[in-house]
């Protein structure tokens, strides 16, 4: 939790994940947790870092390497592949996928949704040019 006013405030889903992956993309080389932990102004646990890292590891993000008793992390994405990520594992859970692409994309602004239009003209790596 941050503080604002006074109060805690809870970060949003996925809040961490990115700042964390931020910092490690800010990085010139691997770095440890504690470096990270450092980054980020030395509020969240060690503990938390880890775990973060972690999860981020599992999703292909990060990397790490082991470096006597811990590891070097580095990213392997960005920010915005981590969002994606997010938005897919949503998309994957809901039952209707059909009804909710149609939410968001009906919910576009139009600049966005000339955006993903163009993006869909764009030959998907299925679409090779050989037929079978």
Do not use: H, N
């Not at 504690?34 to 999703?59: E, H």
């Not at 994606?84 to 576009?108: C, H, I, K, P, Q």
């Amino acid at each position: 939790m941050t503080r604002e006013g006074g109060r805690a405030r809870r970060r949003g889903q996925g809040e961490l994940e990115g700042q964390v992956l931020g910092a490690l993309r800010e990085a010139d080389a691997p770095v440890t947790a504690a470096w990270v932990q450092q980054r980020l102004g030395g509020d969240l646990a060690y503990t938390t870092v880890v775990t973060i890292l972690t999860r981020l590891l599992a999703k292909d993000v990060v990397s790490r390497e082991r470096q006597g008793r811990s590891f070097l992390w580095t990213p392997t994405a960005d920010v915005a592949r981590l969002a994606a990520l997010r938005m897919r594992r949503l998309l994957d859970g809901e039952r209707d996928r059909e009804a909710v692409l149609a939410s968001f994309v009906t919910a576009l602004p139009p600049g966005d949704e000339q955006v993903l239009r163009a993006l869909l003209d764009i030959p998907g790596p299925d679409a090779g040019g050989t037929e079978g």
